[in-house]
């Protein structure tokens, strides 16, 4: 029955799940788009030309941010090298998720129950907001070559 119900929960939630994920990337991609458009009309007095490939590549640094340094964290609390913590980031937020590195196996680093559970919950947070920001990063890129397509 539980094989069953995970096959059907699969079909309704994954779809389910990309849509969201689509929506919110729109959203964080409108808004660093409002941002470039409004820096540019305070600061250079013009309209922004290129918006989505300024998008895009803005949306990618902020994506690196959040690849780059939580990666010091996982490497402090985790006891894993610095390339395994960005290796572990980015896999996550790619989804790609081989499982070959997963939070909670500290060596016995912090022993107190309570902290675990509160870091377990920042590690759900982190993952949360760097999914957005990887949908983010794909939509900004989809409307780059939508653009270009445009143009041919």
């Known amino acids: 029955m ?11 939630g994954i779809p389910l799940t990309g849509l969201t994920l689509r ?11 409002s941002i470039i458009k409004g820096f540019e009309r305070k600061v250079y ?13 803005i949306a990618f640094i902020l994506l690196l941010v959040i690849i780059i340094i939580p ?10 090298s610095y390339e395994n913590s960005v ?4 896999v996550t937020l790619s989804t790609i998720g081989f499982g070959d590195f997963v939070t909670g196996n500290r060596t016995g680093l912090i022993d107190d129950k309570a902290t675990n559970v509160v870091l377990e919950f920042l590690n759900l947070i982190y993952m949360v907001v760097g999914l957005a920001v990887m949908s983010g990063v794909i939509v900004s890129i989809s409307g780059v070559i939508e653009e270009k397509t445009k143009l041919i």
Do not use: M, P, Q
């Open 45 to 57: 007095n013009r309209e922004s030309d290129k918006l989505e490939i300024k998008t895009a590549i």
């Open 23 to 33: 929506s919110v990337g729109n959203r964080i991609s409108e808004e660093i788009s």
């Open 87 to 90: 290796y572990f980031c980015f």
């Open 71 to 80: 990666a010091f964290g996982f490497h402090e609390l985790e006891g894993w």
């Open 2 to 12: 539980g094989r069953w119900f995970c096959i059907f929960y699969a079909l309704v």
